[in-house]
């Protein structure tokens, strides 16, 4: 049963990704869906495989060099001060990395845990993506990534 994950890449190739910020030599840079923390980004593996695990050494680090792409860009497009990354795949059991710029105006309490623990399901639901908010901090980040790649 093909995943979310699986929909979303199959529309990033499509073009009507609303989602997308670029494509990665590993697959597709997105803004996530809910914007809870500002440029909190996924990155979708492409093609598709079950975990970092399904890949050879070659696409193992290509994958983790993007990540780590997106996560430079987002130092620099926000004001993040550090960067968390996640790999987990539990609910969606196909590759995507969860990339979230960390801030200094998160309340303390929240920026001392991973943000699953940190929010509850109210807070990380309070600020859904909206392209029209959202489109310049995206083009901030593609750009970036770009000159990074």
């Known amino acids: 049963m093909p995943t979310l994950i699986h929909q979303r890449v199959r529309a990033a190739h499509a073009g009507n990704n609303p989602y997308v910020i670029c494509r990665m030599p590993s697959g597709w840079a997105v803004l996530g869906d809910q914007q809870f923390i500002s440029g909190y980004s996924l990155l979708l593996s492409d093609p598709v495989v079950p975990d970092l695990n399904h890949l050879d050494e070659k696409n193992r ?3 983790l060099r993007d990540m780590t792409l997106i996560g430079d860009a987002l ?3 926000t004001n993040a001060f550090r960067i968390n990354f996640e ?8 590759l995507h990395a969860h990339i979230f710029p960390r801030t200094m105006s998160e309340p303390e309490k ?3 845990y991973p943000v699953w623990m940190a929010y509850s399901n109210e807070e990380r639901d309070s600020r859904p993506f909206d392209l029209s908010r959202d489109k310049e901090l995206m083009e901030r980040i593609a750009h970036m990534i770009k000159h990074k790649l």
């Open 61 to 63: 680090l290509q994958f």
């Open 75 to 77: 130092l620099e497009a």
């Open 87 to 94: 790999i987990l795949g539990n609910d969606e059991p196909a």
């Open 110 to 112: 929240c920026r001392r």
